[in-house]
Structures are given as structure tokens and as C-alpha cells.
């Protein structure tokens, strides 16, 4: 499930809404909807997005995070690693090959610590 699907999942449950009612309002079918949620498919394209948002009625900050969760829910990611250090492909392709093995709590551990570090100062 990616970041995006989950809350949309979130939302539609909170409000008491089948995956069909919505699907229907939005002019999707159910079953790429289901697979939104669920991560199978892409980040939907702007104009979907903009339709969930107003769908839900969100506004200002939580159409915001919305946009922003759909930015880091691409489930199919290609990391170039080309002219990089080669620290770098090979982390990389540890985490391709071990991420199914971590816990929520590791991948948590992981996720701040890259955001910390890749936001320290390197002057």
C-alpha cells in the first residue's frame, strides 16, 4: 500500500464510503481504485487527484498532504545511481532487495534518519 492509498483508504472508511460509491462519483472504475489503494497502481495524474480532493472536500492543508503523498507513492521506483559513490548503489541495492523484510518500526527508523541526515549542513 503507498502512502497515498492508505489515506484515501483512511479517508473513505472515516466518511463511511464504498470503494464503489467513490469510484462511481469520480468516473473510475472500482477496480483501479482498489488498486490505488492498495498500491498496485501509480500516483494518479493531477487531474485524479484534483477530483479526490474535491471528492472529499479537503482543503488547504490536508489537500496539501495529499498532493505531497502522492509525490512519494510511486510503488515502481527507479533509482539512478550513475556518477554516484558507490556507497550509493550499493545501499541502494540492499534496500531493493531487503526492504520486504523490514518491520514498520525499522522502515519508520530508516525514514528519519535519512531525512536527518540528508538535511545536515555539509559545509
Known amino acids: ?23 462511481a462519483a469520480l468516473n473510475v472504475s472500482s477496480a483501479y481504485l482498489s488498486a490505488l489503494e492498495h498500491g498496485r497502481r501509480g500516483k494518479p495524474t493531477g487531474f485524479l487527484l484534483h477530483r479526490i480532493i474535491a471528492f472529499f472536500n479537503v482543503i488547504w492543508d490536508e ?11 510511486d510503488p515502481k521506483v527507479t533509482i539512478d545511481t550513475g556518477g554516484l559513490v558507490p556507497e ?25 534518519e535519512l531525512v536527518r541526515r540528508s538535511g545536515k549542513s555539509r559545509a
Open 1 to 23: 500500500m503507498t502512502p497515498l492509498g492508505a489515506r484515501i483508504r483512511e479517508l473513505r472508511e472515516a466518511r463511511g464510503i464504498s470503494l464503489k460509491q467513490m469510484a
Open 63 to 73: 489537500a496539501e498532504e495529499l498532493q505531497r503523498l502522492a509525490e512519494m507513492s
Open 88 to 112: 550509493a548503489t550499493e545501499l541502494t541495492n540492499r534496500l531493493a532487495a531487503d526492504i520486504g523484510k523490514l518491520d514498520a518500526e525499522d522502515l519508520k527508523f530508516l525514514h528519519n
